[in-house]
């Protein structure tokens, strides 16, 4: 996998993210309420500090009250489109 590919998957990957949180009109800090973590651990993965692995993935968009497979769904398409 070419890292270009790589990087460009990832920053749709956080940018969704972000747009997601912010169609809900939570902050970082409710968000990471919901999660039960720190505020920073929000910013960190929305900055691309720090990536989510799949089960990470799956507890922000259950605090987010969106389904994993939509939000798969989702996200090739806004990755495509890209």
């Known amino acids: 996998m070419k890292t270009s590919t790589y990087t460009k998957a990832d920053s749709v990957f956080r940018e969704f993210l972000k747009e997601l949180r912010e169609e809900q009109n939570l902050t ?41 497979t939509k939000f798969a769904a989702r996200f090739s ?3 495509a489109k890209s």
């Not at 960190?44 to 989510?52: A, P, S």
Request: hydrophobic fraction near 40%; charged fraction near 25%.
């Open 77 to 79: 398409v806004r990755l």
């Open 28 to 68: 970082q800090a409710q968000l990471a309420k919901r999660l039960d973590v720190p505020q920073r651990y929000v910013s960190k993965f929305e900055t691309g500090e720090r990536n989510l692995n799949f089960v990470e993935t799956n507890l922000v968009c259950d605090a987010l009250g969106v389904n994993l």
